[in-house]
């Protein structure tokens, strides 16, 4: 079991490969015999003694059983997910349920339903559906709403969706890598995916993608870019296993051949916590508002999650007591990396902001989205404030509260807005623009450098 865990704290950074798995498969073996163990010992002679040994021997078998089957091919352990090839009914099954389900969106109008119409159509009249072909449209029938909440995610578990080992981020000058298991091309610029074009790719990939504006299509698009499943669909590489990356490494190109990672693999290492608060990557940050004194005029708020009540409450009425001094005349509130949370939470914070005498700046990004949005928007009904930063990843008036669905035979899960959130109705922007824009350049970011405070400092 120590060892286990000694292998998962120095594999948790790079999931990729044989160890890690191996890791892990050792840590849970060895737990659970652990407590076989103790059971024998605690409870020898008693009866209990011996059901829990018995229970604790098959909890052990079933997880070893577990790790294997997933490692062969984990869709047999989901009920929803199919791990069979579909026939073309069964696919248009799923397309019918896909159709139905979109109409219940608040957005659905009739230019809406022809276009759904079409795609039914195009479904029913081809001789021959693959998955890829089934993928793609439903993945476009989807991004039609222009909804950030309503999106056909691109790992699909039918897929068995595999990822190449990066994470990238699309800056003022570029498509970069920004991590990567291989050390030596982290701050490469991608030219080309197996000779498209990076700019192409992208361009292929945004009618996928379901977005609000622009800003969030390029927020998700790092998303969906590296799957390797998607750029075989798109006809961009032939294989699911690798492919090749024309890159500018130091002012000189090289082409780098990639192989591909499964899907939890990548998921694990491309969320992993991350304190660094620029708002690159998906990366799980400190989600608990925080808020601290940067000097003795100055109090600054983290604020990556809208939520919890009781966290946000107590800062508000720490900010009216003036709980940090009677010198503090300007509050910054960086929502760079708030992507939502629940909009019922905030009403004592905003109370509290209305009433404050101090100036308020607040941060925000291409990521800042959802309840963060609702946020901002309740917050500018009620008082003046700057916002410094990228155009947000939806407007004031916004669709939300998503449900998600499994379609029912191949078990592909989408989300879909339920409601329309309109607080401030005149506005028809469908970002909100800074008062201050910042735009951020790969050398600001692998200089480590933080251009929204730079624009903070200027303001």
């Known amino acids: 079991m120590i060892l286990g865990l000694i292998g998962i704290i120095l594999t948790i950074k790079f999931p990729?490969?044989?160890?890690?798995?191996?890791?892990?498969?050792?840590?849970l073996i060895g737990l659970l015999g652990t407590l076989v163990y103790l059971t024998l010992i605690w409870f020898r002679k008693s009866i209990l003694g011996k059901v829990l040994v018995v229970i604790s021997l098959v909890l052990t078998l079933a997880i070893a059983s577990i790790v294997v089957i997933s490692q062969i091919d984990y869709r047999i352990l989901l009920p929803a997910v199919s791990s069979?090839?579909?026939t073309k009914e069964e696919w248009i099954s799923d397309f019918d349920f896909l159709q139905s389900s979109l109409s219940s969106h608040p957005a659905f109008n009739d230019s809406l339903e022809v276009a759904l119409d079409n795609y039914e159509t195009q479904i029913k009249s081809s001789p021959q559906l693959s998955d890829c072909d089934a993928l793609l449209i439903a993945m476009k029938m989807v991004a039609l709403f222009e909804d950030g909440h309503s999106d056909l995610i691109p790992f699909q578990l039918y897929t068995k969706a595999r990822y190449l080992p990066i994470q990238i981020f699309n800056f003022e000058d570029g498509w970069f890598i920004t991590k990567s298991t291989k050390?030596?091309?982290?701050?490469?610029?991608?030219l080309a995916i197996n000779d498209t074009k990076i700019d192409t790719v992208s361009k292929m990939m945004a009618p996928l993608i379901g977005s609000d504006n622009s800003f969030f299509k390029k927020h998700q698009s790092s998303l969906y870019m590296p799957n390797i499943h998607m750029l075989q669909c798109l006809g961009i590489t032939s294989s699911e296993s690798e492919a090749s990356l024309q890159l500018l490494i130091d002012d000189e190109m090289k082409t780098v051949n990639l192989e591909s990672t499964s899907l939890i693999q990548w998921v694990i290492w491309s969320l992993a916590p991350d304190n660094d608060p620029r708002p690159?990557?998906?990366?799980?940050?400190?989600?608990?508002p925080e808020i601290k004194l940067e000097n003795d005029t100055l109090l600054w708020m983290t604020f990556n999650k809208t939520g919890p009540e009781t966290i946000l409450t107590e800062i508000?009425?720490?900010?009216?007591?003036?709980s940090y001094g009677d010198q503090v005349n300007h509050l910054v509130i960086d929502m760079r990396n708030n992507t939502g949370g629940d909009n019922t939470t905030y009403n004592d914070l905003v109370k509290s902001l209305t009433n404050s005498e101090n100036e308020i700046s607040i941060l925000t990004s291409r990521k800042t989205f959802s309840a963060g949005i609702n946020f901002i928007s309740e917050l500018k009904l009620v008082r003046d404030f700057k916002i410094i930063g990228e155009p947000t990843g939806a407007g004031h008036n916004h669709y939300g509260d998503p449900k998600t669905l499994f379609l029912p035979n191949s078990g592909f899960m989408l989300t879909l807005s339920t409601r329309e959130w309109s607080f401030i109705p005149q506005e028809k922007e469908k970002s909100i623009n800074p008062d201050i824009q910042v735009r951020y350049y790969s050398k600001d970011y692998f200089m480590n450098k933080d251009p929204w405070i730079k624009a903070l400092d200027l303001y």
């Open 84 to 86: 069979e090839t579909l």
């Open 16 to 27: 990729f490969g044989f160890s890690f798995y191996f890791a892990i498969t050792l840590f």
């Open 316 to 322: 508000g009425n720490a900010i009216t007591r003036k």
């Open 280 to 288: 690159v990557g998906h990366n799980l940050r400190n989600l608990d």
């Open 183 to 190: 050390e030596e091309i982290i701050g490469a610029e991608i």
